[in-house]
């Protein structure tokens, strides 16, 4: 079934005044923070509407689906990668994302070393939560990785992202933002000129506005935009 664009704009905007509203109250510039529109569970029809609500950025979870949705819509928008990357399919995307938000493993880092045909911007995914259910380096183990990637002249890191924990309400995320704006400012003083760390990924339609106070510069936003 296809979405009513009419939902779709007041959804994007309604978006936007939270995203404000959170900036101000974190004494933060709203324009610092740009939705990346989460599109798995959109129909690649439905893409032109966020198009005309004034999305600009889309990420998808799954690499067929990337592809699918690019060949069909790729001018419209820039594309990001923000699922699972496994290592044997970097090379379905390679060369066709402005930016990885999920990078965890040496060995995606190889495929992406080998097979991208210009250096790739890619986010460090880090499991600030400890939960065992989901991705991402530990944070003790994040400088270990940094070095690994160091050398690559293909792997750009420009900053992190994390998935916190299930939690009943946004607030209950909150601790695992903050742990990764602090990761962040620690890593950017330790690998200056090496790394960048000016990007934070954080936040899905559930507890984004509580990511926006806590530092987030892409939210990464799905359900929320479809409708007011």
Same mark, same amino acid.
């Given at each position: 079934? !296809? ?27 709203? %324009? ?7 599109? =798995?569970?959109?129909?690649?029809? *439905? ?21 699918? =949705?690019?060949?069909?819509? %790729?001018?419209?928008?820039?594309? *990001? ?35 991208? $045909? ?5 986010? #460090? ?6 939960? $065992? *259910? ?24 420009? %900053? ?44 899905? !339609?559930? *507890?984004?506005? #509580?990511? #926006? ?8 936003? %799905? ?6």
């Amino acid at each position: 079934m !296809s979405r009513n664009p009419d939902d779709v704009k007041a959804g994007v905007a309604h978006t936007r005044e939270r995203i404000a509203a959170a900036a101000a109250r974190a004494g933060r510039d709203p %324009g610092e923070i740009e939705i990346v529109a989460a599109v =798995k569970y959109l129909a690649i029809e *439905d893409l032109p509407l966020l198009h005309a609500a004034g999305i600009t950025r889309v990420g998808e979870n799954r690499t067929d689906q990337l592809v699918a =949705k690019q060949d069909a819509y %790729g001018e419209l928008f820039t594309w *990001d990668f923000i699922g699972h990357l496994q290592s044997r399919k970097v090379k379905e995307i390679a060369g066709r994302v402005s930016l990885i938000h999920s990078l965890f493993t040496e060995s995606t880092a190889a495929q992406l070393e080998s097979r991208s $045909p210009a250096p790739q911007d890619v986010l #460090v995914e880090v499991n600030t939560a400890g939960d $065992p *259910d989901k991705d991402g380096v530990a944070p003790n183990e994040l400088d270990a990785l940094l070095e690994l990637l160091a050398p690559l002249t293909n792997v750009n890191v420009t %900053g992190l992202m994390t998935m916190p924990a299930f939690a009943e309400d946004a607030e209950g995320s909150r601790a695992a933002f903050a742990a990764l704006r602090d990761l962040a400012a620690q890593a950017a003083e330790r690998w200056s000129g090496t790394h960048g760390f000016d990007r934070l990924s954080m936040g899905t !339609s559930q *507890d984004f506005e #509580v990511a #926006v106070e806590e530092g987030a510069t892409l939210v990464r936003a %799905g359900s929320v935009l479809l409708a007011p």
